[in-house]
């Protein structure tokens, strides 16, 4: 039978040729497979979906293929693309918020450290964060801190006032009795 799509563009007498039956058959299992091999090919170029062209990427940043898990090398790969970057609040803001919810940034001059604070609303790796953050560190920074926070909510509150308004005599000043 002839698939659905096909019959919208085909004149009615096509339906009852025998090889146009099978070409658009055989024709429909082409095209379903050569789009599943152009979806694979497309997760290649992805770093987080890559699969058999994991070789390429570690050409790219090693030279060498590495050993592991898919996920290691992935890992590896990633850590090695964090490092070639310059050490500048952007970066840092991707690398937060890679890790959780990332609120702000604050960098302490004195004490040479720079501090990231999340937001509690989701989970916060602290152990990837801190293994990226020392991959770039330069030499003058001393390390990264972390702090948290509880989401605040302003709550409303609705009610009704009264005021009542009393004069009171002021001293020194006459109160003019009766009239």
């Not at 497309?42 to 699969?51: I, V």
């Not at 602290?126 to 709550?155: C, K, N, W």
């Amino acid at each position: 039978m002839i698939p659905l799509r096909y019959r919208e563009v085909l004149p009615p007498y096509w339906y009852e040729i025998d090889m146009a039956d099978r070409h658009f058959s055989v024709m429909e299992e082409e095209m379903i497979a050569r789009e599943k091999t152009i979806d694979d090919l497309s997760n290649q170029f992805t770093l987080n979906r890559a699969t058999w062209a994991l070789w390429a990427w570690e050409w790219m940043y090693f030279r060498k293929t590495q050993a592991g898990t898919d996920d290691e090398r992935r890992e590896a790969i990633r850590r090695k693309r964090w490092g070639d970057r310059p050490f500048r609040l952007p970066v840092l803001r991707d690398i937060g918020n890679q890790h959780g919810k990332l609120l702000n940034i604050t960098e302490d001059f004195l004490a040479k450290e720079i501090q990231f604070e999340f937001s509690l609303s989701q989970p916060v790796n602290m152990v990837g964060l801190q293994a990226d953050f020392e991959y770039i560190r330069p030499v003058h920074i001393r390390r990264a801190v972390v702090s948290s926070s509880v989401p605040s909510q302003t709550i409303n509150i609705k009610g009704t006032g009264y005021s009542h308004g009393v004069d009171f005599p002021i001293c020194g000043f006459e109160v003019p009795m009766g009239g």
